[in-house]
């Protein structure tokens, strides 16, 4: 159990020093597109959970048990890229659209 522990120690590890980084790059690359009204804490948070979900759905798109998955049918990689995308871009936007209503029932 100790050396389960430690390898689940090391795999988050390395997950997080991954991740970190393109979440960094997806926060600098819509931070000056988000209304101020946005708190820098919550585009961070966002950011780092499109990491995690693009990860995930590529992981499960592609790779099965490690192995690139080979079958008849083939992942259509840019349509996939695609519907990420703008996965992404609406996220962005519906969390511009909650704090700019928050901020205008608070009348500021």
């Known amino acids: 159990m100790c ?3 430690a390898v689940a120690s090391r795999q ?4 997080i020093a991954r991740y970190v980084p393109r979440g960094d790059l ?3 690359t819509v ?3 988000i209304p101020a009204a946005v708190p820098d ?14 990860n995930e759905v590529v992981v499960q798109n592609l790779f099965a048990n490690g ?5 008849d049918k083939s992942v259509d990689l840019d349509r996939l890229a695609r519907l990420l995308n703008r996965i992404v871009v609406a996220s962005y ?7 700019l209503a928050r901020e205008s ?3 500021k």
Do not use: F
């Open 41 to 54: 804490d919550d585009l961070r948070v966002v950011s780092q959970a499109m990491v995690g979900a693009i």
């Open 31 to 33: 931070q000056d597109a």
């Open 12 to 15: 988050q590890s390395c997950r």
């Open 67 to 71: 192995e690139l998955v080979e079958t």
């Open 93 to 99: 936007v519906h969390l511009a659209r909650v704090h």
């Open 3 to 5: 050396t389960q522990r």
């Open 26 to 28: 997806i926060y600098q």
């Open 105 to 107: 029932a608070d009348g």
